[in-house]
Structures are given as structure tokens and as C-alpha cells.
């Protein structure tokens, strides 16, 4: 946003809307810092789901109870990355970002 774009489409909103709800709103309220902060706080969560992809995605949504159904072949329907990404997801919950 700050290099102009207007927007996106965040995979990882999926999982922590109030999150990057929150993010945006600081960055049209012109707090930066706050935004900033967010964002670099919310990193992990994307950096996973850049790397692990549908199949990550899916997985992470099935286990906060979100029907995500499974990825169609031949994406497996589990990610080796999951368990990497259970500390993220019970972090951001604890914060209560994770609906």
C-alpha cells in the first residue's frame, strides 16, 4: 500500500481477518508505525503460506473448523509445513487475531 497499491488478495486474511482488517485500517488512518508493526508481526503467517501454498492453506483452515475441503490433485492434502505453523496460528489466536 504504500508503493500505491490499492489492495490485495491475502491468503493469509483467511485465517487472521481481523488482523489485516486492522493493518489497513491503521494504514489509511496514517499510522504507520502500528502498521508497520503489524505487518511485521503477521510475517510469519505469510512467509508459511508462500511456501506451503493451497495445501497449507486448506490445512490451516480445516483445523480452525473453516470449510476448506481438500486440495484437488496432485497437491497432497496435507502440508509438511503444518506443524510449523501450529505456533503461529495458536499465537495469533492468543492475541486475538484468529477468529
Known sequence: MALGAEGGILAAANLAP???K???THFQEGRLA????LQRRLYPLGDLLSRGGVPLLKQALRHLGLPAGYPRPPYPQESPLF???LPVLDSLR??????
Do not use: F, P
Request: no cysteine; aromatic share 10%.
Open 22 to 24: 486492522a493493518l489497513l
Open 94 to 99: 492468543e492475541e486475538g487475531w484468529i477468529l
Open 18 to 20: 481481523r488482523a489485516y
Open 34 to 37: 502500528e502498521a508497520q508493526a
Open 83 to 85: 506443524g510449523e505453523l
